[in-house]
């Protein structure tokens, strides 16, 4: 079992930038990919980027790529979403999720609460 809980969330102005982190409880951190995630309101969940148990490998949605950034602390039990470059439409509520390196939601088996992201023009 591993418990998720983001952090980092705000209000910036377009143009601006956050840094999200998420905190996992438990011994298995290490095992798992994480991936971002975020839902805008009226819209589905969708897939922000992953990166791999080893912090190594990452994969990105391409509205983000060049703009977004994912790092991990193992050692920490710490996934980062540095957000550079903000736009009014990176608005959505951002959850960290454990599971697979993939960009598939239901690869994912443990879900933080989402923090809020609101980009202003």
């Known amino acids: 079992q591993v418990q998720l809980v983001e952090s980092g969330g705000g209000l910036v102005q377009a143009g601006g930038s956050l840094r999200l982190s998420c905190a996992a409880s438990?011994?298995?951190?290490?095992?798992?990919?994480m991936g971002w995630f975020r839902q805008a309101p009226g819209k589905e969940r969708e897939f922000v980027g992953t990166i791999s148990r080893t912090g190594g490998p990452t994969s990105y949605a391409a509205s983000v790529k060049g703009r977004f950034t994912i790092s991990r602390d193992n050692a920490k039990n710490t996934v980062y979403l540095q957000m550079n470059s903000l736009k009014p439409e990176d608005t959505a509520v951002y959850y960290c999720a454990a599971g697979l390196f993939t960009t598939k939601a239901s690869s994912y088996a443990y879900w933080g609460q989402g923090t809020q992201v609101t980009v202003s023009s």
């Open positions: 438990g011994p298995t951190f290490s095992t798992y990919a």
